[in-house]
Structures are given as C-alpha cells and as structure tokens.
C-alpha cells in the first residue's frame, strides 16, 4: 500500500526567507506525486506534480520539487517567501496499479511572520 | 474550462438527522469523482470514488454512502449523522482515462451537534 509522511507539523518562516518542506512516501514502484495547498476553509489547489522525466519539477507560485527516487523523498521548495504563502501544504502519491487514487500526508501548515 | 461545486458551503446538523452533500462538475464528461473528509491535523482521508453512473466503491466501512444520479454529479449521504462525522468534505474530480490528477472543489463544513 502506498503512504505518505510529512515529518514536519507546523513550520514557522520569515517573509523574504527560504522554505522547504519534506515529504516522503512508501510505494513498491514509480510513484506519482503531488503537492497542493489549502487556504484556511477552502478546498486544495494544485501546486505541482511529477510523472516522470526531469526530477526537478516546476510549479505555481514559485514552487519547486523535487523527486528523489533513493530517499523515497519529494520536498517541496521556495527560494523567498511571501505573506500569501501562509496555508497548509499536503503531499500526496497515487499510482497506475491503484486506479490513481491518492494517499495524502497529515499536511504542514506554514507560518509567515512579517 | 472545468469548474467544481459544492454545497452547502456550511451546515450545522443535529445528531441523527439526515445528510445530503452534493458536488457537480462542469465543463468535462465522464469524469472520476471522489470524496473526501479532512479531520484536523489528519490530512485527507477518501470515503467514496466513482467511475461512472451508478459505480461507486467504498473505501472505508462508515455511516455513510455516496450516488451518482448523473455523470456529473456525485452525492454524500447519511441517514443518521452521528457526531464523528462532524469535518470538512471534499468533492474531487479526474480525467477517467489516465486520471491521475484530482482537482478539488471548495468543500463543506459539517458540524454534528
């Protein structure tokens, strides 16, 4: 079965900082993998996602991620943050074999401060 | 382009009433359906998916069941609410063929008192 963990609860950064959040999954072969954001009482948007190819993976906003297939890892990054940034940010793996549907980590809520 | 409903936004129900959530897509046909329900600080869990009119799985044994009248159309449903059911409820959508990406409508605010 495959699973998702985001070691990190609660991450707190200054706007104008770096920040990198963790994800890793447990699946037996290539995985796909997501990560979206959430807005306090809103439903999830699409970041970015890898299917395969380039490792290093593009998105919305800025955001970056990338697959490492030996660490089981797909951290999700931003060079400088900002304000807007503040939202909880969930990583999530499907699969071909499992008709794609997705396993999703406890999610990170992230923290601005000005 | 592709659009997700939900409603109600919010709804406050009493322990044992009825439930009835629904979500409509437009834009796209024959689309994966699914639901969700997102408990604080434990992430997504899917309670129902479906792959077209009439064809529903269930992903974890529960006080709930999901239909789809429609191709469109994807509906949460409950006889008897109990308390545990009290959370935020995602309607999602994918392409049926290769659908690998899901896309979220807004969600519902269920409060069980």
């Known amino acids: 079965a495959q699973s998702v963990t985001q070691p990190d609860i609660h991450i707190t950064v200054s706007e104008g900082a770096s920040l990198e959040l963790r994800c890793n999954y447990s699946?037996?072969?290539?995985?796909?993998l997501f990560w979206y954001v959430q807005s306090p009482g809103q439903g999830l948007q699409l970041l970015l996602k890898?299917?395969?190819?380039?490792?290093l993976v593009q998105g919305i906003k800025g955001f970056e991620a990338e697959f490492k297939r030996s660490q089981s890892s797909f951290n999700l990054r931003k060079p400088s943050v900002h304000w807007s940034d503040a939202a909880e940010y969930f990583c999530?793996?499907?699969?071909?074999?499992?008709?794609?549907?997705?396993?999703f980590g406890a999610g990170t809520t992230v923290t601005v401060r000005a | 382009s592709q659009t997700i409903h939900q409603w109600p936004a919010t709804l406050v129900q009493p322990v044992g009433s009825p439930l009835s959530l629904e979500c409509t897509v437009e834009g796209t046909s024959n689309p994966n359906l699914y639901w969700y329900r997102q408990a604080a600080g434990r992430g997504l869990q899917l309670l129902f998916y479906?792959?077209?009119?009439?064809?529903i799985s269930s992903e974890v044994p529960q006080n709930l069941s999901a239909s789809r009248p429609q191709d469109r159309q994807f509906i949460l449903s409950s006889k008897k609410l109990l308390l545990s059911d009290s959370g935020f409820y995602l309607c999602?959508?994918?392409?049926?063929?290769?659908?690998?990406?899901?896309?979220f409508g807004p969600g519902t605010r269920l409060t069980v008192l």
């Open positions: 479906s792959v077209g009119i009439g064809q």
């Open positions: 890898y299917f395969s190819g380039d490792t």
């Open positions: 699946y037996g072969a290539t995985p796909y």
């Open positions: 999602a959508w994918s392409v049926r063929r290769g659908g690998d990406t899901q896309y």
């Open positions: 999530a793996v499907g699969a071909l074999s499992n008709d794609y549907k997705l396993s």
